[in-house]
C-alpha cells in the first residue's frame, strides 16, 4: 500500500474548494460545509476503493453526497419537530388540513387572501442575478429543515422516498412540508421580486 | 369545485407524486377556470428551475473557497490519520 496510497493533501488542495462550495449549495451553512469536507477527506484515506486512474473528484463528491445526508439525518432526528409541531400527530393516508396556512387564503379557503402576480421574469444575466440573489436570501428565512427539504427535493437529486428516509420524515409528512416550504418561498419572492422592480 | 386552498396543495404535490385521475381532473377543472391558481403552478414551476440554477452556480462560484483556517485544520487532521 504506502507509495500507492494517493495523497490526501493533493485532494485537499485540487478539489477543496470544489468540495465546500458543492457542499454549501446544499447545506446552507459554511461550518458545516468545512465539516462534511474534512470528514470526506478523512474517509476517502481509510477508503480502500479508489482506483488511482478513476476521477478523483467524481469519487469524492460521492462520499461527501453520503457525508451531507448523514448530517441531515443527525439533525433530523435531534430537532425531530423543528418548526412542525403539528405535523407529527397527521395519520399517513389522509391529508390534514394544513395549520398555519391561513394567512394565505380567504376565510372559507375558497380563494387566494394575496393574489399571485404575474412575475415579468428575469431577463438577461443581470436580472437573473438578482433572481437568485433574492431566492436565496428567501430559503435563508425558512425554517432550516424545510429549506433543505426543498433544495434536495428540487434539485432532484435524490427522491422522495429516500430523502423521506433519511430525514426520518413519513412520506406525507414531505408533502405537508414542500408544500410550506413552496408557499412561504413563493410569497417571499413575490414580495421582494416584485418589489425590486 | 375545489377551493383555492386544496388546488394549491395538489399543485405543490404534482410536483412531488402522480395524482390519482380523480385528483388530476378536479386539479385540471379548477385550473381552467381559476388565473390564481395558474399563476401559482407558474411560480413553482419557475421556484424550481431557479433552485437548481441556483446550485449550479454555486458549486462553479470561484470566489467561494475554502476558508484558510478550515484548510490548514482539515490538513492537520489528514496529516494525523496518513
Known sequence: MGTERPNAHDWLNEHGDYLYRFALARLRDPHQAEDVVQETLLAAIQSPTFEGKSAARTWLTGILKHKIIDLMRKQAREKPVENLGEDSAYGSDSLPDEPGMDEFFTGDDRHWADKPQRWGMPDGELEQKQFLAILQNCLDRLPKKLAMLFTLRDIQEEDNEKICKDMAITTTNAWVMLYRARMGLRKCLEINWLGHH | MLSCKQ?????????????????????RLHLALCDMCTQFRHHLYTMRIAVRQLTRRIEQDEGLVLPQEARNRIAESIAGKQ
Do not use: G, K, Y
Open chain 2, 7 to 27: 388546488a394549491s396543495r395538489l399543485i405543490s404535490q404534482s410536483l412531488d407524486r402522480p395524482l390519482s385521475w380523480r385528483e388530476r381532473f378536479s386539479l
